[in-house]
């Protein structure tokens, strides 16, 4: 195995305020960050971009974009002037050729991106682009799309998924973060990690097909597609492992899982 190879990291972002709070999940993405090699820039594929087309963005300077509504003032100021990677976008575009990826310069990193980037890497110092998903796509094309850019980690890329395994918002405990998780989501999530330790791909890729807990865990895909980009960067023999654990207001899975 290559020891230089750069892990790959599925997060569970979960609320942007993560971005200013002192709490156990901000605390490990501060040690994930401390405990791998430095990269040479990260790509992002991020929930928040989710749209009908494949695009990756190719400005020098991506903008900060706070993509929320009803949050304290105090989060509208958060700034990640992290530079952007023309060269890496271009890179991108022809490693997933021939799928047409379009360079956006219009976009920037969303907080699926700098609410966790902020915490791993507070610097803003090493260049980031993100990757969106297209919405009209299954999901085994996802999965595709992770298995070209597997080449990316030896290159020095830290290649990071950001959304959450479990995420509802209608079962979601507003205002009253401290409660006991959904036994369908305790259920669902369990089950996800079993999957990604074992290596069935194919059973994350066909999530649909588990049950009414993956249907209650999972009511829109864009938050869980972010994982399966990183499932398929695993290569034979490698580890998974999980530094982030836990749930938020019920029905949001923060759990973290490291390829590598």
Known sequence: MNI?????????????MNALLDNDYVKS???????????????????????????????PWPRTIHDFGGFPQELYEVEYPAPGDVNLANRIKILLAPISVGLDRTWG?????????????????IPVVQLSIDERQPPAYHYEIGKKLVSLRDEGILIIGS???????HAYAWGTRNVEPYDWAVRFERQVRKLLSAG?????????????DAMLSVPTPDHYLPLLYIAALRRK????????????????????????
């Open 237 to 260: 023999d490698e580890s998974v492992s999980f530094p982030v654990q836990g749930f938020d207001g019920g029905s949001i899975s923060m759990l973290a899982a490291q390829v590598g």
């Open 109 to 125: 990193l969303d907080h699926g991106t700098w609410s966790v980037l902020c915490r791993l890497f507070p610097k803003a110092d």
């Open 29 to 59: 993405w501060v040690a994930i960050g401390a405990s791998i090699p430095r990269p040479k820039a990260i790509l992002c594929v991020s929930a928040h971009w989710y749209l009908p087309a494949t695009l990756v963005t190719a400005m």
């Open 163 to 169: 959304g959450n395994i479990v995420h509802n918002l």
């Open 200 to 212: 069935k791909d194919s059973h994350l890729v066909e999530y649909e097909k588990l049950g009414d």
């Open 4 to 16: 230089n190879l750069m892990p790959s990291i599925f997060l569970g972002h979960g609320n942007p």
